[in-house]
């Protein structure tokens, strides 16, 4: 398996060093480039196609955004995170309705960067928990119930499933092997998320998006 390809572009060279730092400690990913300037990782797209980009919105001669815009447009298969400093808001509805793959903010914890990459290569987008809801809704009205399936994370995804087949908490903490707890606190972060209130919602929801089959 070939491994992941990944551009950093940030205007902070030590921002830069950082996230190479934390990013070469993940198995099957290599940092093939950096760039400070919006016109320099247009240039270094062109020349390293990578796999995957991790973009700052705030960058001198090219914003991020106008990166996003060209990349999005002429290299649809190159992956895209917006990973920033800004409060997630306007700028991540915008960069999700862009064409971002993903949206976290630089205050997310190392292990959640990995996830993130992990997440958007498999052709799923990515949304940090630290997204405000209000933003998740926002970015939901323009998109399909399928498409906000895709900002889901892979364990959410477990869960809403086996809630939709019927299975208790207790049955879904046995089969993913973790604590009535931890389900519980999925299954309020699905509802939160998705905008849903109760079981039977969920359930509905599963069986419109094909989660599930009904026979």
């Known amino acids: 398996m070939n491994p992941i390809r990944v551009l950093i572009a940030d205007d902070h060279a030590l921002v830069r060093a950082g996230i190479r730092a934390l990013v070469e400690k993940i198995d099957d990913v290599v940092v093939v480039g950096e760039a400070g300037k919006g016109n320099e990782a247009l240039d270094l797209v062109r020349q390293l196609r990578p796999n995957l980009m991790l973009l ?21 298969e190159i992956r895209v995170i917006v990973l920033t400093v800004h409060e997630a808001g306007e700028y991540a509805i915008r960069a999700l309705r862009e064409g971002a793959a993903g949206f976290l903010p630089k205050s997310a914890a190392s292990t959640e960067l990995e996830q993130a990459i992990q997440t ?24 399909t119930k399928r498409d906000l399936l895709a ?16 299975r208790t908490t207790k049955q879904i903490a046995q089969v993913l092997k973790i604590s009535v707890k931890t389900v519980e606190t999925h299954r309020a972060q699905l509802m939160e998320r998705l905008g849903i209130h109760d079981v039977a919602g969920l359930v509905r929801y599963a069986i419109i998006v094909g989660l599930i089959e009904v026979e």
Do not use: C, N, W
């Open 151 to 166: 900002t889901l994370s892979p364990r959410q995804r477990e869960v809403l499933r086996l809630i939709a087949e019927g």
């Open 120 to 143: 958007v290569v498999r052709g799923e987008k990515y949304i940090s928990p630290e997204t405000s809801q209000k933003t998740i809704l926002e970015f939901g009205r323009g998109t």
């Open 56 to 76: 700052d919105i705030t960058m001198p001669e090219g914003s991020g955004f106008e990166v996003l815009d060209q990349v999005t447009k002429k290299h649809p």
